[in-house]
T-cell receptor, first 118, second 112 residues
Framework: DSGVTQTPKHLITATGQRVTLRCSPR?????VYWYQQSLDQGLQFLIQ???????AKGNILERFSAQQFPDLHSELNLSSLELGDSALYFC?????????????????FGAGSRLTVL | GEDVEQSLFLSVREGDSSVINCTYT??????LYWYKQEPGAGLQLLTY?????DMKQDQRLTVLLNKKDKHLSLRIADTQTGDSAIYFC????????????FGAGTRLFVKA
């Protein structure tokens, strides 16, 4: 157990629907990151939050949004789902903001949420 | 730009050494990382190297960094069947916010 908890583990839904993925970071970590892993795209960085604020943005679609709450858990919302959104969505957490002030920025990953869009 | 490239597959025999290679593009990366993903699991950090180092050794793992060529490699000595997994190279880049960018991953097959 890495200490990063993701729910649900599996989710099957239909095109056009909306889902919410949830992540609880490891105790003491202030940053949460979301990544999408698919067979053809590899591991794509979506977005990072640090202590409730958006800190870095990657290839996140406009149909997707995320937030980090005061208790530091995070949610990734995926709407108007398409077949191509089927993937493993990973959450990771780290102590710092990724800027290197604390040395190496080691990410601790959750086990992932597997989304299947039919 | 931000790009990390790795070969997709590597097959070795048990007991041999495995060498997984990676090239990256951001010369300002301070740290470079190797992560391992076992089937059905998330990624786990294996090791990392600071950019002013050429080499780092940790038990069976040796990381070599050629900063001039932006080339990183991971050598696993005495490869075991339990080492079969996907290995990801990663770098931290600063593009208006620090992001950790991963390569596509190298799938290592270890034959008994």
């Amino acid at each position: 157990d890495s200490g990063v908890t993701q729910t649900p583990k599996h989710l099957i839904t239909a095109t056009g629907q909306r889902v919410t993925l949830r992540c609880s970071p490891r105790s003491g970590d202030l940053s949460v990151y979301w990544y999408q892993q698919s067979l053809d795209q590899g591991l794509q960085f979506l977005i990072q939050y640090y202590n409730g604020e958006e800190r870095a943005k990657g290839n996140i679609l406009e149909r997707f949004s995320a937030q980090q709450f005061p208790d530091l858990h995070s949610e990734l919302n995926l709407s108007s789902l398409e077949l191509g959104d089927s993937a493993l969505y990973f959450c990771a957490s780290s102590v710092g903001d990724g800027g290197g002030a604390l040395g190496a920025n080691v990410l601790t990953f959750g086990a992932g949420s597997r989304l299947t869009v039919l | 730009g931000e790009d990390v490239e790795q070969s997709l597959f590597l097959s070795v025999r048990e007991g041999d050494s495995s060498v997984i290679n990676c090239t990256y593009t951001d010369s300002s990366s301070t740290y470079l990382y190797w992560y391992k993903q076992e089937p059905g699991a998330g990624l786990q950090l294996l090791t990392y190297i600071f950019s002013n180092m050429d080499m780092k050794q940790d038990q069976r793992l040796t990381v070599l960094l050629n900063k001039k060529d932006k080339h990183l490699s991971l050598r696993i000595a005495d490869t075991q069947t339990g080492d079969s997994a996907i290995y990801f190279c990663a770098e931290s880049v600063n593009t208006g916010g620090f992001k950790t960018i991963f390569g596509a991953g190298t799938r290592l097959f270890v034959k008994a």
